[in-house]
């Protein structure tokens, strides 16, 4: 059964800073891993997306890699800033039953400090 | 862009009520999903749908239908609301066309709170 895990659940860096959050699955049979955004109170917002045969994908300061093979997937978010703070969510799109589905992790809580 | 549309951001319903949660999305995409959200338990899937009039269940239907009558549109229903159903509501959207290259869509989530 694919898992999803996202750790650490909760993040505080000072403004300016490069970090990387984390998200690991336990089946490499995916077809894509997607990351999301989700601020308080709101639903998701889909920053990146990556084929199952891609190694990473870039949208301004974000860049996100996959490791099938190791079951890995980190978010690099360069020169961190407050508007960053919000839950970061991985989820992997696998082909299961005759169907496609989402598994979600729980999520990274970032806070970027001023 | 693509754009999911939640009719309620938030509801508040007394139990045993019946409940219409509505969703509608303007890319005529095949699948729709319902996810409900909660604090350490994530986003679980409730009921999805891949063409008109077709539903299949998810991780946790008990208590749940819905309703897909057109394409854009797909509607959650709470037949009799409980307050274990106090959540956050999420519904998505997606094209199969090419699976490995189609993202997942959110609408803004429906905070129901049943008393």
């Known amino acids: 059964k694919q898992e999803v895990t996202q750790i650490p659940a909760a993040l505080s860096v000072p403004e300016g800073e490069n970090l990387v959050l984390n998200c690991s699955f336990t089946d490499s049979a995916i077809y894509n891993l997607q990351w999301f955004r989700q601020d308080p109170g709101k639903g998701l917002t889909s920053l990146l997306l990556?084929?199952?045969?891609?190694r990473e994908q870039t949208s301004g300061r974000l860049n996100a890699s996959l490791d099938k093979s190791s079951g890995r997937s980190t978010l690099y978010i360069a020169a961190s800033q407050p508007g960053d703070s919000a839950t970061y969510l991985c989820a992997v799109n696998i082909f299961t039953s005759g169907t496609y589905k989402y598994i979600f992790g729980t999520g990274t809580r970032l806070k970027v400090l001023a | 862009d693509v754009k999911v549309t939640q009719s309620s951001r938030y509801l508040v319903k007394r139990t045993g009520e019946k409940v219409f949660l509505e969703c509608v999305q303007d890319m005529d995409h095949e699948n729709m999903f319902w996810y409900r959200q909660d604090p350490g338990l994530g986003l679980r899937l409730i009921y999805f749908?891949?063409?008109?009039?077709?539903?299949e269940k998810g991780d946790i239907p008990e208590g749940y239908s819905v309703s897909r009558e057109k394409k854009e549109r797909f509607s959650l229903i709470l037949e009799s609301a409980s307050t274990n159903q106090t959540s956050m509501y999420l519904c998505?959207?997606?094209?199969?066309?090419?699976?490995?290259?189609?993202?997942?869509?959110f609408g803004n989530g429906t905070r129901l709170t049943v008393t």
């Open positions: 990556i084929q199952s045969s891609q």
């Open positions: 749908s891949y063409d008109v009039k077709m539903k």
């Open positions: 998505a959207s997606s094209s199969p066309r090419a699976a490995y290259n189609s993202p997942l869509h």
